[in-house]
């Protein structure tokens, strides 16, 4: 008899408003609220666990970019696997490994993915039970209070629960309900695509820069850029909200992204050349809206297309830099094979 697998997969995302009003140092202060509105993509990040015999000599294997064979979790170099096996306590043989459908490093929320996904693996290896919302949470404590990774907290609650929702932090707690219909998810699906970056990037330097850019910022002054991206977050949800049409949606949609686009210009570090070279691109060539995915100065690109001028918008980029992404509604899974 096989010794069963078990798998954690958990979506990367598209932020597609809000980004930077998730931060707790923002929507923490008094009267403060951030909104993000995003959608959980058809692209995940999984994590894999297979016990192994009490006498096996390498206690803990994990393979990811490279590969480790340690006897103690205390040796394990990888932060996130290491500290989350020293969270749970553990202490038998065990094979583990990740591996996801897109490159890491890409602004897609693929770390906090992971964090997810192991979360949920040991949660499972461990016969404990959480909510989704659980393993959000507990990811952010990892992430953000363990290692003390400076960023926001909208990664973790889109791995964790999935679906195109809008977010809602403040001194309360974090909110959300389903944000959009499936009609107009499905529509979603016919008109996002993704530019893959010649570059990768990390997100630590750039979180960083906005925590500290948040600090600078006076507790109320409601006019600051991150009180104007909130709102706007709000606004643009609400219009979806009562939009008569997909069409009309998906315009509203990309009218918000471009303002927030522009908002952001003015409290994130430059962007690449390369970037806006490939912004401007894909409007001249049909777009609705593109915008940088993730806290870093390069990375994916997400357009918004209209499905009919998607065949037209393809043909000037070359294939292979181009990722159709689909909105999905669920959030982590645990599957065992």
């Given at each position: ?38 959608t ?32 103690k ?30 490159p ?91 530019y ?14 906005t ?34 049409s ?25 962007s ?7 912004i ?58």
């Open positions: 008899m096989g010794v069963d697998v078990n798998i954690a997969r958990a979506p990367m995302r598209v932020s597609f408003l809000g980004g930077g009003t998730d931060f707790p140092n923002y929507y923490k202060q008094e009267g403060m609220v951030g909104r993000v509105l995003g959980t993509i058809d692209k995940y990040v999984y994590a894999y666990a297979l016990n192994q015999p009490d006498f096996e000599n390498v206690k803990i294997r994990f393979n990811y970019r490279t590969s480790e064979s340690v006897e979790v205390d040796q394990i170099q990888h932060p996130v696997a290491r500290e989350a096996l020293k969270l749970y306590g553990w202490d038998k043989p065990i094979n583990i490994g990740t591996m996801a459908d897109l890491g490093r890409s602004g897609l929320g693929s770390s906090s993915a992971f964090t997810v996904a192991f979360i949920a693996l040991l949660e499972k290896l461990l016969h404990r039970e959480s909510t989704h919302h659980q393993l959000a949470e507990s990811a952010i404590k990892l992430e953000r209070e363990v290692l003390a990774e400076e960023g926001g907290h909208q990664d973790q609650f889109h791995a964790a629960i999935g679906g195109f929702r809008l977010y809602e932090y403040s001194s309360r707690g974090v909110t959300y309900d389903k944000a959009f219909s499936d009609s107009f998810s499905q529509y979603l699906g016919e008109s996002l695509v993704l893959a970056p010649s570059e990768s990037r990390s997100s630590k330097d750039f979180a960083n820069f925590s500290q850019n948040i600090d600078a910022i006076k507790k109320h002054d409601e006019k600051s850029v991150y009180a104007e991206l909130s709102q706007l977050t709000l606004d643009v949800f609400e219009k979806i909200q009562t939009s008569q997909n069409e009309k949606s998906l315009s509203l949609l990309g009218e918000g992204m471009s303002e927030a686009w522009k908002l952001k210009q003015k409290i994130s570090r430059e690449s050349q390369a970037t806006l070279d490939v401007d691109k894909g409007l001249a060539s049909g777009a609705l809206a593109g915008k940088l995915c993730g806290a870093g100065g390069s990375g994916f690109v997400a357009f918004l297309v209209p499905p009919d001028a998607m065949t037209s918008f393809s043909s000037h980029f070359d294939a292979s830099n181009l990722v159709y992404a689909k909105p999905s509604n669920a959030g982590v899974e645990i599957f065992t094979i």
